[in-house]
Structures are given as C-alpha cells and as structure tokens.
C-alpha cells in the first residue's frame, strides 16, 4: 500500500543539517548578494541535473566526511549487564510513581488492581 503523504505541499520537505558556523557563513555570504538559502539549495538541484559532471566537479574538494544515518547505536558503557536490577532499564514502568506500581484495592469491585 503505498504510503500517503503528510504534508499538503506540492513539493516533498528535504532535511539537512549543516555544521552551525558553515550555515551561518554561507547565509551570509548569499545575503551579501541578496540570494537565501532555500532558492541557493533549489538552484544547485537545478545546475546538478542539467550537467552533472561538470557541477560535482566544482564541489570535489568540499564533500563532508559521511555520517550514519538515524539515532546512533549504543556505546558498550551504555549497556547495562543483563539481570542487574540496579542496572536494567525497566522501561516506561520505571517511571511511573511507587505507589502506582504497587497493587492496591479496587474501590468498585473490592478486588486489587495495578494502577
């Protein structure tokens, strides 16, 4: 099935985040020249496919270094030894108040329940 959007817009969002200084750099160097960034990115796209070669070749001394993709995984100091109650995380349950994990009386039925 295929996945609907989430978004009205016509066009699809695209995410990135550069390093802090160089966005900040680079947003003035366009407004220095009464250009932004949003346009700067659209006209890159646009040079990109009309020839490809010759525009990656002006780019071949400033690619970033590759980063992963999605959350980073957990270091091994991060995970916690398997049967360690002091250790193991307990989930969402671990936050709850003491006293909500504890059984206690129904007040309709008499019964104990786990709030």
């Known amino acids: 099935m295929p996945r609907k959007p989430t978004s009205q817009h016509k066009d699809p969002q695209l995410n ?3 390093p802090a200084e160089l966005k ?12 932004e960034v949003r346009a700067f990115i659209v006209a890159c796209l646009a040079a990109l496919v009309a ?12 690619w970033p270094e590759k980063k992963p993709y999605g959350k980073p995984r ?4 991060q995970e916690t030894p398997e049967g360690d109650p002091a250790t193991t995380d307990k989930g969402p349950e671990s936050l709850r108040p003491e006293a ?4 206690e009386p129904c ?3 008499g019964g104990t329940s786990v709030a």
């Open 51 to 62: 020839d490809p070669d010759r525009f990656l070749a002006q780019l071949s001394g400033h």
């Open 16 to 18: 990135v985040r550069p």
């Open 100 to 103: 909500a994990r504890h059984p």
């Open 74 to 77: 957990r270091s091994p100091a």
């Open 24 to 35: 900040a750099q680079a947003v003035a160097a366009l407004g220095e020249r009464d250009r």
């Open 107 to 109: 007040r309709r039925t």
